[in-house]
T-cell receptor, first 112, second 107 residues
Framework: NAGVTQTPKFQVLKTGQSMTLQCAQDMNHNSMYWYRQDPGMGLRLIYY???????DKGEVPNGYNVSRLNKREFSLRLESAAPSQTSVYFC???????????FGQGTRLTVV | GIQVEQSPPDLILQEGANSTLRCNFSDSVNNLQWFHQNPWGQLINLFY???GTKQNGRLSATTVATERYSLLYISSSQTTDSGVYFC?????????FGTGTRLQVFP
């Protein structure tokens, strides 16, 4: 969807390595989200940010950290990757809490 | 937290058939959206519909907020409708997804 850009699109990590998934939006969204989607399953909320400088845990936050340093960007960090974190990660944004959310194209992460 | 259930989990149709997908949620909501995830994994916005009825071409959706459910109707299905359909709801700022309905449309 236009306006929410995720990088990288694909990544392979070795167990124990760290990395940061980047998400940027140009639609002036206040709220931003990180989800993971495992094969054959729905999307589960990892962390979200209702506004610049604030973050809150979602359904599955363990093993992740996030940073919302400015309104445009919301990053997701894996400090020590584990095979259980192999998944597709989606970032989303929306203007306020009571409006439509828009998703990025996803990042496919494999941890070996 | 709010629970979201979708039914049926799987649906197989022949091209031209109609279908109804259901989303039940456990609490009152401020936001409800329907998404289509295509075979390439992209999430496409279909409807933002916290209440009422909307139509877009062959697709329409109805949300009855007081009874905590939403329905997505697909008429005259096409092979390009294949994929997974998700509803997502929230009553705070957490947008929570259902488990989805996987639709396969055959020619």
């Amino acid at each position: 969807n236009a306006g929410v850009t995720q990088t990288p699109k694909f990544q392979v990590l070795k167990t124990g390595q760290s990395m940061t998934l980047q998400c940027a939006q140009d639609m002036n969204h206040n709220s931003m989200y990180w989800y993971r989607q495992d094969p054959g399953m729905g999307l589960r909320l990892i962390y979200y940010s209702a506004s610049e400088g604030t973050t809150d845990k979602g359904e599955v936050p363990n093993g992740y950290n996030v940073s919302r340093l400015n309104k445009r960007e919301f990053s997701l960090r894996l400090e020590s990757a584990a095979p259980s974190q192999t998944s597709v990660y989606f970032c989303a944004g929306r203007p306020t809490g009571v409006t439509e959310a828009f998703f990025g194209q996803g990042t496919r992460l494999t941890v070996v | 937290g709010i629970q979201v259930e979708q039914s049926p989990p799987d649906l197989i149709l022949q091209e031209g058939a109609n279908s109804t997908l259901r989303c039940n949620f456990s609490d009152s909501v401020n936001n409800l959206q329907w998404f289509h995830q295509n075979p390439w994994g992209q999430l496409i916005n279909l409807f933002y519909i916290p209440s009422g009825t909307k139509q877009n071409g062959r697709l329409s959706a109805t949300t009855v907020a007081t009874e905590r459910y939403s329905l997505l109707y697909i008429s005259s299905s096409q092979t390009t409708d294949s994929g997974v359909y998700f509803c997502a709801v929230d009553n705070t700022d957490k947008l929570i997804f259902g488990t989805g309905t996987r639709l396969q449309v055959f020619p």
